[in-house]
C-alpha cells in the first residue's frame, strides 16, 4: 500500500501524513464478510499484521504495525482466536487483539449419556486440545450434561474438570433442598435414583413423576423394576445395551438387576442433567407405584397392578399395531 510505503520510508510522520493515517485507522476496513482470525502464542507485531492482512482484515500489514505503533503502543496483543465483522476498522481490530476477547465456542452435552459417550463427544470437539482421560478413572455420573464455553485451545481434560466440578456444586445444592424424609441416605444414592429418572423418560414434565414412583417403591421395599437398570448390567462396561430387553434378560444376575435386587443399583447408569436429580430430590406427591408407555411417547402411570396391568395391554395393542404397519 503506498500510504504505508511513504511513512515508513520517512524517519518521522508528518503532521498531514499522521491525519492520513488515523483516518486509515479509524475508517471502515477492506473485509468484506466476517471472518475467525487465530493468532498464535508468540507471534510477533509483523506476523500479526501478516494474518490480519492475509485474511482481508487489514489492508497492509506495514498500515497495521504503524497505527500500533502511534496511536496504542504500550498494550501487548493477546493471542487467541478472534472474530471480526465485515468493514472492522484497525482502531476496532487492536482493541480487540489487545482485550483478548477471543472468540467463545461451545459444546452441549446431552442430558442421560453415560460417562463414555461424553469422553467420547469431547475427544471429537473441534478446537480443544490434548486428550480426554481413560474412561476407567471417571465415574459413572461424574459429569454433569450442560453446555459449556470455551476458547481455542483450551485442555480437554480442564472441561472434563469443569463438567466434575459442576456436577457436585449442582448436586450439593440440590442436596441442600432436599425434600424431608426421602429414602436416600446420601447424595449420591440421589444421583443413582436421578441417573434411573434420566433414562426411563425424556419427557420434562414426567420427571418428578417417574422419580416418585421410584421413592414410593423404596418406601415400600418394592423393587425397582426399572429396565433401563438391566440394559446398563447387561451392556458392554459402562455402557447400555443395544437392542430391546426380552423377558429372559429379567431373569439374568447381576448388580443392576432391580426386578432381582432390592432398592438401589450400586451405581449411576447415565449421566443426568439438573432437572432430573431435581425431580429425584423433590419428587412429585403421588402414590402411584406403576408407569409404562402409552405411545405417545410419555408414560401412562397407575396405582394399582389391575390399572397397570390394563395400561400394559393397551401398549401391547399399539406395538402389534405398529408392527403390522
Known amino acids: 500500500m503506498a500510504l504505508a510505503i511513504i511513512l515508513i520510508a520517512g524517519a518521522?510522520?508528518?503532521?498531514?501524513?499522521?491525519?492520513?493515517?488515523?483516518?486509515?485507522?479509524?475508517?471502515?476496513?477492506?473485509?468484506?464478510?466476517?471472518?475467525?482470525?487465530?493468532?498464535?502464542?508468540?507471534?510477533?507485531?509483523?506476523?500479526i499484521g501478516v494474518i490480519l492482512e492475509d485474511s482481508g482484515v487489514a489492508a497492509d500489514y506495514r498500515l497495521f504495525l504503524l497505527a500500533v505503533r502511534f496511536f496504542v503502543p504500550k498494550l501487548p496483543l493477546r493471542a487467541g482466536e478472534y472474530a471480526f465483522s465485515k468493514g472492522v476498522s484497525l482502531r476496532e481490530v487492536i482493541a480487540v487483539l489487545q482485550s483478548g476477547q477471543t472468540v467463545v465456542r461451545r459444546v452441549t452435552v446431552p442430558?442421560?449419556?453415560?460417562?463414555?459417550?461424553?469422553?467420547r463427544l469431547v475427544a471429537s470437539v473441534d478446537g480443544l486440545s490434548?486428550?480426554?482421560?481413560?474412561?476407567?478413572?471417571?465415574?459413572?455420573g461424574a459429569l454433569l450434561p450442560e453446555t459449556y464455553h470455551f476458547s481455542l485451545g483450551d485442555h480437554r481434560e480442564g472441561l472434563i474438570s469443569r463438567m466434575a466440578v459442576a456436577r457436585d456444586a449442582a448436586l450439593a445444592r440440590l442436596w441442600a433442598h432436599r425434600k424431608v424424609n426421602l429414602p436416600l441416605k446420601t447424595p449420591y444414592e440421589?444421583?443413582?435414583?436421578?441417573?434411573?429418572?434420566?433414562?426411563?423418560?425424556?419427557?420434562?414434565?414426567?420427571?418428578?413423576?417417574?422419580?416418585?414412583?421410584?421413592?414410593?417403591?423404596?418406601?415400600?421395599?418394592?423393587?425397582?423394576?426399572?429396565?433401563?437398570?438391566?440394559?446398563?448390567?447387561?451392556?458392554?462396561?459402562g455402557t447400555q445395551l443395544d437392542r430391546p430387553l426380552i423377558r429372559r434378560d429379567l431373569e439374568v444376575d447381576h448388580p443392576y438387576n432391580t426386578y432381582l435386587h432390592r432398592g438401589l443399583p450400586p451405581g449411576p447408569i447415565a449421566s443426568p442433567g439438573v432437572a432430573s436429580i431435581a425431580a429425584a430430590l423433590d419428587p412429585t406427591e403421588t402414590d402411584e407405584l406403576y408407569f409404562v408407555a402409552d405411545g405417545t411417547g410419555g408414560h401412562a402411570f397407575a396405582r394399582t397392578l389391575a390399572e397397570h396391568n390394563r395400561n400394559v395391554a393397551r401398549w401391547r395393542r399399539i406395538q402389534r399395531q405398529q408392527r403390522a404397519r
Do not use: C, H, K
Request: proline share 8%; charged share 15%.
Open 12 to 47: 518521522t510522520v508528518s503532521a498531514g501524513s499522521a491525519v492520513t493515517l488515523y483516518r486509515a485507522y479509524s475508517g471502515p476496513g477492506p473485509l468484506v464478510t466476517d471472518v475467525s482470525v487465530v493468532v498464535p502464542p508468540g507471534a510477533t507485531g509483523r506476523a
Open 111 to 119: 442430558e442421560g449419556l453415560n460417562t463414555r459417550e461424553i469422553l
Open 130 to 140: 490434548g486428550s480426554v482421560p481413560n474412561a476407567a478413572v471417571v465415574p459413572e
Open 190 to 237: 440421589a444421583l443413582i435414583l436421578a441417573s434411573i429418572v434420566e433414562r426411563e423418560t425424556a419427557v420434562a414434565e414426567e420427571r418428578a413423576r417417574v422419580a416418585a414412583v421410584f421413592i414410593n417403591r423404596l418406601n415400600l421395599g418394592m423393587p425397582l423394576q426399572s429396565d433401563s437398570t438391566v440394559a446398563y448390567g447387561l451392556g458392554p462396561a
